[in-house]
């Protein structure tokens, strides 16, 4: 990281700095709770469903309801990077000191950012003062145009930014600003960009900003209202000087954002966005490896479960994430061939830097360098055929026309998988999509049933929405059908998961995973001899509960090939598949089982639907040949999870669009 020499000096004092680093917070009371499968007081106030629609709903706000400067270490929706150094501790080393967790939990999210201003601190020409801008893009003083907010402000409503600050002992001094970078009396002619306003202070601080803090947290403003905003590079500036705080100093900052008027805020909200995939509890592993992160997949599923309830509300909904599929694909950074990627970040999707405006895959850092999420660059063709059965059920419901750009994206999905994963093998089908490692980008040689029983579907459903090319996609749709059908064991009345990644039709017999048996029902409800596989599941792939006395309470993801699985976790997603192919099979028996597992197992506090029911559920599934760490699922609040609740209360069948009692 690159430091700039930019002095920013108060009138009568210096000011200094010394670190800032992000900390991993105490879980907060809310996530705690959330952890508690037990707590039903939320359920006496509103249905299950209710709540399940009432969870998808926050997730899908949570980062657009402001503008965010700062809410969590590594968090999807920030927008700016403390990287504005300045004074006495430019390319000093030795400003990042701890991680170490806050004295005491106040009940703030993830994680807070600790300033530290050490009393003895030595360096040669010494400043006595130091600060910090947290700007965009990364070092910007000047050489870059920052954020356009004017699009959020309307003149009749208010537009602050404010944050949340404390001091260790409530004796720190500190000075806070709004804007100002490359502006009188710190301009400089040679850079050509500047913040569009400030310096601005909080209200009710002394000269220039300066605040006094107190032990216990305090919300603080600085008022944006009259203010341009077309060109915001650093809205938020700490400032510390050693002449008022001679023995040091300890602080915290937490909630640092631009708040908009309801205008603006429904503007931002209506933007087309995804939905985080998982709620995180830490930043640190495993969750740091998904805590930005929107899977495609997932997002298919929550628009989906918006369309099949179908409220008003709830059209407005799937319009965001359907109009994000449509935006991923028409702006890719590499691609303009119909693809999308398997996952991208949550908040914006797209943010400006030297190459213009990018879209935004998730990651992590890795000792001070980015760690791109190889996977989200990739593309599944499972992952994309949801989308296209998504879009299409959107294109039926909402927007039946023949140029829609729905269809058009659907269409442009289904002709890319065509183009790079048909195969021309024996057992007929598509191949696994494209693979993104190493900076490179493969062909996915292993075939899947998943998959294919997706793009089965996604191209029935092309065939009768797209009648000028309805021979071309029925012929596609019987193309991936011929793999399904060589992936049925008739004497173990299940199907395998797929072949192996040699290219050949090789059979991989390694794991028989839980959701094929309840997906190809699902995708040939008319095929009355695959709804044997569930009879096959309910042998092999129960999970047991001794909250439910021992008898089977859903369903694990990994199968047992020739014995019942001993008591594992319960994969509520895949139990939330069963329950539907039970309805669809005319079970209901079995499918008001798995209901009342959800009921008593599944839920959250904030209504959303755990990804399992233990600390981890092993899928079978490894990579890199077998010699990678067995994938996993993880005790997460998972959108994906409680899609497929809404799925299974309602009794409908995602693939066709169709209600079954």
Known sequence: MIFNSFAFKNHSVYFCISIITFIEFLITPSITSALNTNNTNWRSQSSMLNSAFDFLNSQQDLFHQTFIIYQDFNCGGNHFIPSGWMGDFINNPNKILDTRKPPENDGMGLSIIEINYPANFTRKNREKWAGIYWQFPENNWGNYTGYNLNNYVFKDEKVTLEFLAKGETGEEYVQFKSGGINRPPYYKETLPYQDSYGPLTPEGSYCDGLIKLHPKWQRYKIDLSKQDLHNVIGPFCVVLAEDLNPHGATFYLDKIEIIFGPKGKQKR???????RSFIPISFNPP?????????????????LAYLARGTPEDQRRAKIIADAFVYVQQHDNEFNDGRIRNAYSSGDLAEKNA????????????????SMDEYAKGSDCGNMAWTIIALITYWEKIDKSIHSKYLEAAQKMAKWIIKNAYSNSPFGGFTGGIIFKGNTYSKALWKSTEHNIDLYVAFSRLAKADLANKDKWLKMAKHAQKFIYHMWDKKRDHFWTGTRANGRDEINDETIPLDVQAWAVLAMPNKTGFQRALNWAMKKCCAHSQNLN????????????????DPHGIWWEGTGQMCVAFKVAGMNKAANMCRASFHKLAFASNGGVFACSTLECFTGFRDNGGKDEQRKYYKRIHIGATSWYIFCELGWNPYWDKFYN
């Open 269 to 275: 909200l209506n933007e087309p966005h995804f939905i």
């Open 287 to 303: 969750d740091m490896y998904f805590q930005k992160t929107a899977y495609v997949y997932d997002n298919a599923l929550a628009l």
């Open 355 to 370: 190459n213009g405006w990018q879209l935004r895959f998730p990651g992590w850092p890795n000792h001070n360098k980015w």
């Open 550 to 565: 021992g008898i089977c309470s859903g369903f694990e993801f990994k199968c047992e090939k020739d014995a019942p699985n």
